[in-house]
């Protein structure tokens, strides 16, 4: 077991389990972007014309510091949030699970529905073939 200190905090990396939804996905891409803040700086990205109310966007985060997603920080009067993971531990988490469940772990059917349905541009492709030979030189 992995442990990760921050800030004042123990999060055992196993125990991050859940999937995040849509909608904690678009928060954790908030902290990620913005780094740690309020549920009020939160909120107010999230919606800038008040279409939710805050006190759902509070529930929301109090669910994801539940789940492991966020952690908070109460030695303040108000409440810092951050998110448990980097964005790229979490895509690799997410891509892990995706992986498992929908293609039997096969990377190559990942890839080839992903080729296979999404235009990438040249620039991307260039990359993929970078990746693929410095994995061929590493075998």
């Known amino acids: 077991m992995k442990y990760e200190v921050v ?4 999060i055992m990396k196993k125990d991050i389990k859940k999937k995040p939804t849509e ?3 678009n928060i954790l891409r908030i902290l990620w972007e ?5 549920v009020r700086e939160v909120h107010e990205t999230l919606y800038p014309n008040n279409s939710v109310g805050y006190t759902t966007t509070l529930k929301l985060m109090q669910i994801m510091v539940d789940k492991s997603l966020t952690i908070r ?3 303040q009067r108000t409440h810092i949030y951050t998110a448990s993971l ?3 531990q979490n895509q690799k988490r997410m891509v892990k699970d995706l992986l498992q ?3 039997k772990g096969s990377p190559s059917k990942l890839v080839m529905q992903i080729l296979g349905n999404h235009q990438a541009s040249a620039e991307e492709l260039d990359e993929i073939k970078a990746l693929i030979n410095k994995i061929e030189k590493n075998q």
């Open 7 to 10: 800030r004042r905090t123990f």
């Open 23 to 25: 909608a904690e996905l």
């Open 34 to 38: 913005r780094g740690a803040s309020t």
């Open 73 to 75: 920080d109460t030695s």
């Open 86 to 88: 980097a964005e790229e």
């Open 101 to 103: 469940d929908a293609f």
